[in-house]
Structure formats: C-alpha cells, structure tokens
C-alpha cells in the first residue's frame, strides 16, 4: 500500500525567508506525486505535480519540488515566503490506473513578519 | 471554466439523522471522487465514481454511500450520523483522461451534535 509521512507537522519562518517541507513516500514503483494547499475553510490548491522526466518540478506561487527516487523523497521548497503563503500544506501519492490519492497529515506553515 | 461546486457548504444534524451532499465537476470532468478530513484521521478517500459507476471504495462503512447521475453530478449521503462523522467533505474531479490530477471544491462541513 502506498503512504505519505510528512515528518513536519508545523513550520514557522519568517517573511522573506526560504521555506522547505519535507514528504516522504512509500511506493512500490514510480508514483505519481502531488502538493496540494489548503487556506482555512477552502479546499486543497494543486501547487505542483510530478509524474514523469524531469525530477524538478516548478509550480503556482513560486514553488517547486524535487523528486528523488533514491530517498522517497518530494520536498516542496519557496526561495521567499510571502504572509500569503501561510497555510496546510499536504503532500500526495498516487499511481497510474488508481483513482485515489493518499495524502500525508499535513504541514502547518506559519509566516512571521 | 466554473471550479467544482459543493453544497451545502455548511451543515449541522443530530446523531441518528441523515445526511446528502451535493458536488458538481467542472464541465467535461467524468470522474467525481470523495474524500474526508478530519483533525484526526487527516484526508481519506470515501469513493471515486466515473460515468455513474463506482471505480473504487476506501475504508468506510456501509453508512457511506455515493451516487454519480447522468450529467456527473454526484452526491454522498451519510445515514445514522454519528459524532465522529463530524468532518470537512470535499469533493474532487477529473478528466479522466492523462494525468490524474484532481480539482477539488471547498468542502462542505458538517457538525453532527
């Protein structure tokens, strides 16, 4: 069965900072990898996708990630956070012909002025 | 493109009631999934229903159920609530064609007293 640990469950950084979330997966094969946010109250945000090719992937926002196999690893990282970037970041895996993603538990990130 | 529509968004019942929960895809999306969160049990996948057949079912009881019409509409319900149905249902579509990459709605809250 494939999971998702997000090993951060909260994350403070200053504005202007730079900010990494860790993911890491287990999967048997290649899988299909997701960042999703969530703002309070609203739904999840895809902010990046990867599936295949190149292991850096840009996303909305100014976010990017980095697949790398070796470690089951997908770190989702901002060169310089915004006030608006405070929000629920998950992680997600899926796989091809499965129609379900499991996501990990969520990181908090709070931004300080 | 309108996004995925939920509603309602927010709703309050009894233990022992029952529930129904609408969600609209985004035009020209055929697979309609369900999910739950939780502050405890974090996001897990209810059901997934293309073209008015369920695809695939994640671990809930038999309280659970779904339905897919026609136009892709779907809609959960939710019968003898109990407490711990208490959650933020989100719905999420897709094309169902290349990538899995799913939409989600807002969510609809329910608060089972």
């Known amino acids: 069965a494939q999971s998702v640990t997000q090993p951060d469950i909260h994350i403070t950084v200053s504005e202007g900072a730079s900010l990494e979330l860790r993911c890491n997966y287990s999967?048997?094969?290649?899988?299909?990898l997701f960042w999703y946010v969530q703002s309070p109250g609203q739904g999840l945000q895809l902010l990046l996708k990867?599936?295949?090719?190149?292991?850096l992937v840009q996303g909305i926002k100014g976010f990017e990630a980095e697949f790398k196999r070796s470690q089951s690893s997908f770190n989702l990282r901002k060169p310089s956070v915004h006030w608006s970037d405070a929000a629920e970041y998950f992680c997600?895996?899926?796989?091809?012909?499965?129609?379900?993603?499991?996501f990990g538990a969520g990181t908090t990130v709070t931004v300080r002025a | 493109k309108a996004g995925v529509t939920q509603t309602p968004r927010y709703l309050i019942k009894t233990r022992g009631q029952q529930v129904t929960l609408s969600c609209s895809p985004i035009?020209?999306?055929?697979?309609v999934s369900w999910y739950q969160q939780t502050p405890g049990q974090g996001l897990q996948f209810l059901f997934e229903?293309?073209?008015?057949?369920?695809?695939n079912k994640g671990n809930f009881p038999g309280r659970f159920s779904g339905r897919q019409f026609s136009n892709s509409r779907s809609e959960m319900n939710v019968s003898t609530l109990e407490l711990g149905d208490s959650a933020l249902y989100l719905c999420?579509?897709?094309?169902?064609?290349?990538?899995?990459?799913?939409?989600f709605g807002a969510g609809s809250r329910l608060t089972v007293l």
């Open positions: 999420a579509s897709r094309q169902d064609s290349g990538a899995n990459v799913l939409t």
């Open positions: 999967y048997g094969a290649t899988p299909y």
């Open positions: 990867y599936f295949s090719g190149d292991t």
């Open positions: 997600a895996v899926g796989r091809i012909n499965d129609y379900k993603l499991s």
């Open positions: 035009s020209g999306h055929r697979s």
């Open positions: 229903y293309f073209s008015e057949t369920q695809r």
